[in-house]
């Protein structure tokens, strides 16, 4: 099956810096890959998506980078505010449709 | 358009009970699928339904069974209940069976 690793773990970064989270798959088969939200309490929002056959996508101050060669895809968030600070998590579809989640990375937004 | 709604959202329960939990998806959406969140980790798959057929199955026990309705609303029950099933259950829906799949907020469940 597929593993998804996400690093780091834990990210605080001043208000208006940049923030990037890194995420590896192992099943070269994979497809799709989105990145959720999840702020205390909710459940994950979407924020970001890319599919294999596209290297990059951005969406204002989000965007996600995908190699699928080395099989990792980022998500850089810029100009980062406090409304910004949440669990962060990374997926990756396989070929069988199901879903396979990364362990979350929390960011803190300092003011 | 309402999102994917779950209930109930807080479910107190004792060991070896069973617990039926509920979700609506979207209006549109065909396949369900659920995932247990447990407290510090990432969501993990358990089913995934299509046209009410079962499409997808993770590794949990056959403690953990699921249904869709002809709504396309899903239940997903769990028997025997185990200390070790406290966690967040989220339903997600998506169109068809492999597109992008939006979450519910989850329904918390503490066995005690």
């Known amino acids: 099956g597929e593993n998804v690793e996400q690093h780091p773990s834990t990210l605080s970064v001043q208000e208006g810096d940049s923030a990037v989270i890194k995420c590896t798959y192992s099943?070269?088969?994979?497809?799709?890959f989105p990145w959720y939200k999840q702020e205390l309490g909710k459940g994950p929002q979407l924020i970001i998506d890319i599919r294999s056959n596209v290297g990059e996508k951005k969406d204002q101050r989000i965007a996600v980078t995908l190699n699928k060669t080395a099989k990792h895809f980022s998500l850089h968030i810029t100009e980062t505010q406090p409304e910004d600070s949440a669990v962060y998590f990374c997926a990756a579809q396989n070929t069988g449709n199901q879903f396979y989640f990364g362990t979350g990375t929390s960011l803190t937004v300092i003011p | 358009d309402a999102g994917v709604t779950q209930s109930p959202t807080h479910l107190i329960k004792t060991r070896g009970q069973h617990v039926t939990l509920r979700c609506s998806p979207i209006s549109g959406h065909k396949s369900v699928s659920w995932y247990q969140q447990v407290l510090g980790q990432g969501p993990q798959f358990i089913f995934q339904?299509?046209?009410?057929?079962?499409?997808g199955r993770g590794n949990f026990p056959d403690r953990f069974s699921a249904r869709q309705f002809p709504n396309y609303s899903s239940e997903l029950n769990v028997n025997a209940l185990l200390l070790g099933d406290s966690a967040l259950y989220l339903c997600?829906?998506?169109?068809?069976?492999?597109?992008?799949?939006?979450f519910g907020p989850g329904t918390r469940l503490l066995v005690l």
């Open positions: 997600a829906s998506s169109f068809p069976s492999y597109e992008t799949q939006y």
């Open positions: 339904y299509y046209e009410k057929e079962e499409r």
């Open positions: 099943d070269s088969a994979s497809n799709y």
